[in-house]
């Protein structure tokens, strides 16, 4: 439940901060949840990373469907080396999920081993 | 949208299409410069900025040293800087400034850039910054002149002076008149054979002296060869364009077409829009990053351009008293060097400076100390009209205000360098053509090879009085062209023409306007998209007369079959083009390569119009033998060889499905980075080199426009591009498809009652912004 909860605080946190914030913002409010509400190391670190992965796939699919993918299509070319959309939302989604998932995990360690749990 | 700027003398309205074409409304002439200058930032800002590092020698400061295998900072950088780029942009910018009405255009532009700029943050900066890692720069007016520069080079930076030096070497009198003759017997100049040169006088405004011994020490001078690695535009940019009178149209009003051909890139080299302003009202094509509309049209008339072609740059060997270079020989005297320091800023490295001498002829462009793979250890000073102050964007602010023949005279007088071939008609009925630029009055074969810079000897004389530059009003036949070849017969006119110019375009466009009457505007959108070859049509005798079938496979002999029962288009779907072409070049490479390999220094190759007359003419042409065989070769020979040569890549190809036209010389448009992933490739499309419809690899019809000067003015165009720069955008290449389909778009002129139009879809409003500061005093 707890981790739930960090996970949708994180998510909507980061979705209102990004609108005025940098990209890295996300870094911070995976941090500031997890401090807030704590949780052992492997836990906070899945937290920020499913959160933000789920928020920047779901970003980016929402965009690319607005742009009917010509952006995309190029760019999945351009790093990819094969034309897929879909597979450029999901790495955009994983460099999402690592930078919140490093932010929540770095939380995690503020608090020494015996506290935690 | 609504924009304030404090720049802004007034309102500006603009409305943007559903082709994104914007239409500006203004009632001060600079605010809409203003906002054409914000609107070419806003869809094209990174191709504009691009272009003027390029022209400035400044690729290495964004891409590095390399790129790729390319040494960018020799081959390029340094190159544009040592012809010395940067020195005539700043030129030409002093005469744009000394003018101010094209001070004040350039100004609102360049506010009008730097307007867009300063609304852009890090993650809003077009897809080419954020891959190549930097964020634009002020525009400024430098920028413009440097832009103008570039097409500058791109049309009137090609000449032959070393490639011609070497051939002259290795070649005797006689032989290198063959190879390289000055004139064809088949051409159709611009200016028909008969017509009065330039009607009040026959008596050349220069007249000129051939220096004494030019003879035996300029023309025969047997030396070393020469350094050759040269940055060279592209030998294929050209063009047609054609205006004829109210009595060939259906209409009764002239008509007048327009497709200059340059290199296929995206983003494309034009941006199309409407100019509104209570002094004109002008809707064409723009250059991104310069003020005012180039190609198009107003309310009264209609103009456009193709290249002159003519030779404007030649090379002088200076003579230095010493390695400092400060002083160097002239009229036996020894002149002060003038240096200009070239600070090249190279990306993760020291900044490279160069220290490039100016001398009378202009900068030295090639020294011991430049990159020169031969190392000659000559100095070569670089002499072009581009170095010259002149002030281009004044003839096209005017052109976009002329109303009539004398304005449109009055505008092509400012057109200095790159030379065009103006063309004009107006609604009044008259058509016209100018061969104008700032041409050097030159003798026969002045400048075809470097030349002594000791003396003033052979130095220009003059540049040709611009009333005896080659033109044509109002022509009796009822239509003027240009096709950039040569403009009036060779041996009339008082000066040496020297230069690249292709006949065969222009043949073909004569004898079918010609033909034509009652002419509409479909008809005109069929010959400017016509695939017929001329050229196929006077080399394919050859082809039959003289390869030999008596010994062909099956496979083969259906082939030639191909070609034989060819209809001379090339169409895309065809197989004859890419069979015929192949050949050709094979018979080429077997007729002069054997001469030409006689020395490793690559020479001037002859032109395919020297090749096919001598031809057509003799059959045993000295050039024909293979030095290199014992035996003496006849044309059937080696006309057979060529074919045998080609005949498995014929097959190759046919095996992999690449031999039909549009797949074997597979048209591509290039992104200006050479990224593949931001490019168009393989667009299906016919033509060719020797076809109207000048479509090649990586060349074509930039932009296809026809304008019918009928009240009101009805005008159709084209172009292999989109108006946005932008590779995530639907108007990235939106055009592309109905280019190569030859289809058109119905231009739209709108007036201002019609801002309720379906076909708009945006809409900004530039205002004055009303300060509300308190002025501290």
């Given at each position: 439940m707890k981790w739930i909860t960090s996970l949708l605080l994180i998510a909507l946190l980061s979705l209102a901060a990004e609108l005025y914030l940098p990209f890295w913002s996300v870094a911070l409010i995976s941090f500031g949840v997890v401090a807030a509400i704590p949780q052992t190391s492997w836990k906070a670190f899945l937290c920020g990373f499913a959160a933000l992965f789920l928020l920047w796939s779901c970003l980016a699919f929402y965009m690319d469907a607005q742009n009917n993918q010509i952006l995309s299509s190029r760019v999945s070319l351009l790093f990819l080396k094969i034309k897929s959309p879909i597979l450029l939302v999901l790495v955009t989604g994983f460099l999402g999920g690592i930078v919140g998932g490093m932010g929540a995990l770095s939380a995690s360690f503020l608090r020494s081993p015996e506290t935690q749990g | 949208m609504n924009l304030d700027f404090q720049e802004l003398s007034g309102t500006v309205k603009v409305y943007l299409d559903n082709r994104l074409v914007p239409h500006v409304f203004a009632q001060k002439e600079n605010d809409a410069y203003f906002a054409q200058g914000y609107l070419h930032a806003k869809f094209r800002l990174w191709q504009m900025e691009f272009q003027t590092y390029y022209a400035a020698g400044r690729l290495s400061e964004i891409l590095g040293r390399y790129s790729g295998s390319t040494d960018l900072l020799n081959k390029v950088d340094r190159s544009f800087r040592r012809l010395g780029m940067g020195y005539a942009a700043e030129q030409a910018l002093k005469a744009v400034e000394a003018n101010p009405v094209t001070k004040g255009q350039c100004d609102a532009y360049t506010e009008g850039v730097n307007a867009y700029i300063s609304t852009l943050t890090k993650s809003s900066l077009p897809l080419e910054y954020k891959l190549l890692g930097y964020a634009p720069e002020p525009w400024t007016n430098l920028k413009t002149a440097l832009l103008l520069k570039l097409m500058t080079w791109d049309l009137a930076?090609?000449?032959?002076d070393f490639a011609m030096t070497n051939a002259r070497n290795l070649f005797s009198a006689a032989d290198f008149e063959l190879l390289y003759p000055t004139t064809q017997d088949s051409v159709d100049p611009i200016l028909p054979k008969g017509t009065p040169l330039y009607g009040t006088s026959d008596t050349p405004g220069v007249k000129l002296r051939v220096p004494l011994h030019a003879d035996s020490t300029y023309m025969m001078a047997k030396g070393s060869a020469l350094p050759l690695e040269e940055l060279k535009p592209d030998r294929d940019n050209g063009s047609n364009n054609w205006a004829v009178s109210g009595s060939k149209t259906k209409s009764g009003s002239p008509i007048l077409c327009n497709d200059p051909h340059l290199g296929l890139n995206l983003p494309s080299l034009w941006f199309e829009m409407q100019i509104s302003t209570p002094g004109f009202n002008a809707y064409g094509v723009s250059f991104?990053?310069?003020?005012?509309?180039?190609?198009g049209f107003n309310d009264s008339c209609a103009f456009g351009f193709t290249n002159a072609m003519r030779d404007v740059r030649d090379y002088y060997e200076i003579q230095f008293k010493d390695q400092t270079r400060k002083e160097y020989r002239y009229n036996n005297e020894w002149l002060p060097t003038k240096f200009r320091v070239e600070d090249i800023k190279v990306k993760g490295q020291d900044d490279f400076l160069d220290t490039v001498a100016y001398t009378i002829f202009g900068p030295v462009m090639y020294e011991p100390g430049y990159a020169d793979p031969l190392n000659t250890g000559k100095y070569y000073a670089c002499k072009w009209t581009a170095q010259s102050p002149s002030n281009e964007l004044l003839a096209f602010n005017e052109l976009d205000h002329a109303a009539n023949y004398s304005d449109y005279l009055a505008a092509i007088q400012n057109l200095s360098t790159p030379g065009q071939n103006c063309i004009f008609a107006s609604k009044s009925g008259d058509i016209a053509i100018w061969d104008q630029g700032a041409f050097p009055a030159k003798w026969f074969r002045q400048g075809d090879f470097v030349m002594p810079g000791i003396d003033s000897t052979y130095d220009w004389q003059g540049i040709i009085p611009q009333k005896e530059n080659p033109h044509m009003v109002d022509p009796v036949r009822g239509f003027v062209s240009s096709a950039n070849q040569v403009p009036v017969e060779v041996k009339r006119y008082p000066y040496y023409l020297s230069g690249n110019f292709p006949p065969y375009r222009g043949m073909e466009i004569n004898r079918r306007l010609e033909q034509m009457e009652n002419i509409t505007a479909a008809d005109m959108m069929q010959l400017q998209t016509d695939n017929y070859d001329l050229f196929a049509e006077m080399a394919r005798p050859l082809f039959l007369k003289y390869i030999d079938t008596t010994n062909m496979e099956p496979a083969e002999k259906s082939y030639y079959t191909y070609v034989r029962d060819w209809d001379l288009r090339n169409d895309p779907g065809e197989k004859a083009p890419g069979i015929f072409n192949s050949w050709w070049h094979s018979l080429k490479t077997s007729i002069y390569g054997d001469e030409l390999g006689q020395t490793k220094y690559p020479v001037m190759e002859p032109y395919d119009e020297t090749l096919l007359e001598a031809l057509l003419k003799d059959s045993s042409y000295k050039f024909v033998d293979d030095i290199r065989t014992p035996q003496v070769e006849n044309l059937k020979q080696i006309a057979t060889l060529a074919w045998k040569k080609i005949y498995p890549s014929i097959q190759q190809a046919d095996t992999f499905g690449n031999l039909t036209w549009a797949s074997f010389k597979d048209t591509k448009i290039t992104h200006l980075l050479h990224i593949n992933e931001l490019s168009d490739p393989h667009i299906p499309i016919g033509g060719g080199t020797?076809?109207?419809?000048?479509?090649k690899s990586d060349h074509g019809p930039s932009w296809r426009m026809i304008v019918e000067l009928t009240t009101p003015t009805k005008a159709y165009a084209i172009y292999p591009g989109g108006q946005s720069g932008n590779p995530g955008s639907p108007y990235y290449d939106n055009f592309v498809d109905v280019w190569a389909k030859g289809h058109y778009d119905t231009l739209w002129v709108m007036s201002p009652g019609e801002q309720n139009d379906p076909r708009i879809q945006w809409k900004i409003n530039f205002t004055k912004s009303q300060t509300t500061a308190n002025h501290p005093e």
């Open positions: - | 930076g090609s000449e032959n991104p990053g310069a003020p005012g509309i180039i190609i020797y076809s109207i419809n000048a479509a």
